[in-house]
């Protein structure tokens, strides 16, 4: 595992996956996404392992895909492609899968994948100073890999309200919408952390785990079809123009040719 994400462990149980790329917003490469995936596995095989909190160092809790990684891709042919663009969703999906509570400690700005990690969260606390928004579609993408998961959280309904508009959003819209559970001062956040985490160390493990499986089970589980339509459709986008265009521009710190 390389040093782009960091695993520390309490004596109650309780591990915190910490994204450490504080200098690149903690924007999501393609070794990042293979380092939480394998985190993901190992503490969902480990026992001992009670609850997971998810958290992020620097000012921002994850701006999104790394955007030299995304450009990089253009480079790519087709099948290349895909599976670049299947990177975000595996590490969602493990951290999705896994059996013990995860808890989201949101303490800055997310954006993209960022939005996705915390919607793959059970409960998700943030700061509330953040801003969050789907940002992919001001650069000609669209947020697919972690549309299952957005998805899953939200509904379609709420989903439609910053989906497909790149809208930026504030903590207390966040709350409404479902992504954060609830935002509190910057300053307690740690404790807010703390609150959600210590009642399940009063708990069974194991039946905190099958009542995480029952639940999910109950209320419709992301499928392996969504996952691959998802990343089918953002494989698309990047062999179209406007990828092309939109990240080009990025760079180029001028507008994109569509916006207004």
């Not at 903690?26 to 958290?55: T, W, Y």
């Not at 910057?186 to 952390?193: R, S």
Request: proline share 4%; with cysteine; glycine share 10%.
């Amino acid at each position: 595992m390389s040093d782009l994400i960091r695993i520390d462990r309490d004596p109650r149980g309780v591990a915190t996956i910490w994204l450490t790329r504080a200098d690149k917003h903690n924007a999501l490469s393609a070794q990042m996404m293979i380092d939480l995936e394998s985190a993901a596995q190992a503490l969902g095989q480990d026992d001992s392992i009670r609850v997971v909190v998810l958290a992020a160092e620097g000012r921002s809790f994850c701006a999104g895909g790394d955007l030299a990684w995304m450009r990089a891709q253009f480079e790519m042919d087709a099948e290349t492609q895909r599976s670049e663009s299947a990177r975000i969703a595996t590490a969602l999906g493990a951290l999705y899968a896994l059996p013990q509570p995860l808890i989201g400690r949101v303490q800055g700005n997310a954006f993209g994948g960022g939005v996705g990690l915390a919607c793959v969260c059970d409960v998700t606390i943030g700061a509330e100073t953040v801003k969050m928004g789907l940002t992919e579609v001001k650069l000609g993408l669209i947020p697919a890999n972690i549309g299952p998961y957005v998805v899953a959280r939200l509904g379609a309904v709420k989903a439609a309200q910053m989906f497909m508009n790149g809208v930026i959003f504030d903590a207390a819209k966040a709350v409404d919408l479902g992504v954060l559970t609830r935002a509190v001062p910057a300053e307690d956040l740690d404790a807010a952390v703390e609150a959600e985490v210590a009642p399940y160390l009063a708990c069974a493990p194991g039946a905190v785990r099958d009542g995480k499986a029952l639940l999910r089970a109950l209320g419709g589980q992301v499928t392996q079809a969504q996952v691959d339509r998802a990343i089918d459709a953002l494989a698309k986008r990047w062999q179209g123009n406007e990828a092309r265009e939109g990240i080009g521009a990025f760079f180029d710190k001028r507008p994109a040719p569509w916006a207004q």
